[in-house]
């Protein structure tokens, strides 16, 4: 082959390549398993990614949450932390960021989303209520449960099916919430449960247009709306990219717009905002706010503090800022895209389009051969470990759990290995040696068997469950 025939990334899609607006000041080394080893390492983690050492792992999709780099400003803003127990110099700082970048007048800090899940879920929801909302989440449907509610799946059909394309899959159907509102009475509706992007859908986003009718119709019924924010400005991105009228705003712009419709807003730092851990929960209701002021002090700490240090809270106020800017969004969701682009292009089933922060393969796609109580999606995960060392996580059969009221699992459409890319962490040849590894499961498939599980845990039961491999 002459060197002229090799091309860039840019040239083979015939644009000019871009490039992360960063460069590596600091490394952290990893190193790539035998075969031997990851067989051994992954039957004593019970089949199970979550539990496999991380020391184990070569290229750790696992999660997006929690795992980003920090700048070399969020590391000389945790030198700032003021740890005095109330009213933290820092804490005032991160309500300015909140204020600034979300719009939301009052906030609470919590340790990281699931705090703010659970203070939201126990002030609003009375026991009774239904919680339409667009798909499931695992940690906030358990949340409206435990308050007495029931989360009621209000998303377009388009968004159970992995293949068809859709620019908004995160989409509200506003015919199911008004026919839930119907038959329930909109006073038996504690809250709109909405969530920008939806990570069991693949990462999906909710247009602006979505937004606007659902504030329309809620109005009109007066019911709130609270927003899962957590991967929000990845869905601004969308926005930005896809709907008619957005091309010139910045992600800033879009961001605080889509925010103006909801009524308050609750975080898992550890994604869109770029710390390793935090979270927070902001409305604009004083009243609201007050009820969760005091709430936060029984199950997070202070309502300055909320569970995280004054270094912490400095370092996410930074990480806000810097999470919006343009170039840094870009470069996020486009590593995604790229990664996405090259499976999609070897024809392996994935969720399509490309979601915001990572790629789900579609097990049952995969592997017809395996009935969904064998854990397609769970077997996937841990096959992509064996092969390459990548881990991924199962969002599937495991992850939707049992009906509470029937016992039964729950068989979700969806039954998804999911790779996350943490943001700003990896480069493009990991993308390449993870793409390369997907396609030698994909490859394999039809020799792979299902999983039995072994044990099963109360709640959550995806992230200590252990498996068995069938004969
Ligand atoms: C969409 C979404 N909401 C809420 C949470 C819960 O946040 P945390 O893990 O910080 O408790 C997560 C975490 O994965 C998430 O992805």
């Given at each position: 082959m002459t060197s002229s025939s090799l091309k860039t990334f840019g040239q083979q899609v015939s644009r000019r390549s871009w490039a992360e607006p960063w460069k590596i000041k600091s490394v952290e080394p990893i190193r790539k398993t035998s075969q031997e080893e990851r067989a051994q390492a992954i039957q004593e983690a019970g089949y199970n990614t979550f539990l496999l050492r991380s020391a184990d792992v070569y290229i750790d999709l696992l999660t997006d949450s929690g795992t980003s780099a920090m700048s070399d400003r969020q590391w000389a803003g945790m030198m700032l932390g003021d740890e005095a127990y109330a009213g933290s110099n820092n804490f005032y700082r991160l309500e300015k960021a909140v204020q600034d970048y979300y719009g939301y007048l009052h906030m609470v800090p919590t340790h990281q989303g699931r705090g703010a899940e659970h203070l939201l879920s126990q002030t609003v929801i009375k026991k009774?209520?239904?919680?339409?909302?667009?798909?499931?989440?695992?940690?906030?449907?358990?949340h409206h449960e435990l308050a007495g509610g029931t989360f009621v799946d209000v998303i377009i059909d388009e968004a159970h099916d992995p293949s068809?394309?859709?620019?908004?899959?995160?989409?509200?159907?506003?015919?199911?919430?008004?026919?839930?509102?119907?038959?329930?009475?909109?006073e038996n509706v504690a809250y709109i449960s909405l969530a920008g992007t939806v990570n069991m859908a693949g990462g999906q986003p909710v247009s602006m247009e979505n937004v606007r009718q659902l504030r329309e119709y809620c109005?009109?019924?007066?019911?709130?709306?609270?927003?899962?924010?957590?991967?929000?400005?990845?869905n601004a991105y969308f926005i930005q990219d896809r709907e008619d009228g957005y091309a010139d705003k910045t992600i800033a712009q879009i961001l605080k717009e889509f925010c103006s419709y909801t009524d308050g807003a609750w975080m898992s730092a550890k994604k869109d905002n770029l710390v390793n851990i935090g979270?927070?929960?902001?409305?604009?209701?004083?009243?609201?706010?007050?009820?969760?002021?005091?709430?936060?002090?029984?199950?997070?700490?202070?309502?300055?503090?909320?569970?995280?240090?004054?270094?912490?809270?400095?370092?996410?106020?930074?990480?806000?800022e810097e999470a919006?800017?343009?170039?840094?969004?870009?470069?996020?969701?486009?590593?995604?895209?790229?990664?996405?682009?090259?499976l999609l292009d070897w024809k392996i089933p994935i969720v399509k389009p490309v979601g915001g922060h990572a790629i789900f393969l579609d097990a049952k796609g995969?592997?017809?051969?395996?009935?969904?109580?064998?854990?397609?999606?769970?077997?996937?995960?841990?096959?992509?470990?064996?092969?390459?060392?990548?881990r991924g996580m199962e969002r599937g059969n495991v992850s939707a759990g049992r009906n509470p009221e029937t016992g039964d699992h729950r068989y979700?459409?969806?039954?998804?290995?999911?790779?996350?890319?943490?943001?700003?962490?990896?480069t493009q040849a990991h993308m390449d040696v993870v793409a390369e590894a997907v396609k030698a499961a994909y490859d394999n498939r039809e020799q792979t068997r299902g999983l039995e599980m072994v044990y099963e845990p109360k709640e959550l039961r995806f992230f200590q469950a252990r498996f068995e491999p069938l004969g």
């Open positions: 009774g209520q239904s919680i339409p909302g667009n798909m499931y989440f695992t940690t906030t449907r358990l068809y394309e859709h620019p908004f899959k995160g989409n509200i159907d506003l015919e199911k919430v008004d026919a839930l509102v119907k038959k329930v009475g909109a109005d009109r019924h007066g019911i709130r709306i609270f927003l899962d924010a957590t991967r929000m400005v990845e979270g927070w929960l902001a409305v604009n209701e004083f009243e609201l706010f007050d009820a969760l002021r005091n709430l936060v002090v029984v199950y997070e700490g202070l309502h300055t503090y909320g569970g995280m240090a004054g270094r912490d809270m400095e370092a996410l106020a930074i990480g806000i919006v800017q343009d170039d840094h969004v870009r470069a996020r969701v486009g590593q995604v895209l790229y990664l996405g682009d090259l995969f592997y017809p051969h395996i009935p969904q109580d064998q854990f397609p999606a769970q077997v996937l995960t841990a096959q992509l470990y064996l092969d390459s060392g990548v979700p459409a969806l039954e998804l290995t999911r790779l996350a890319i943490p943001r700003r962490v990896y």
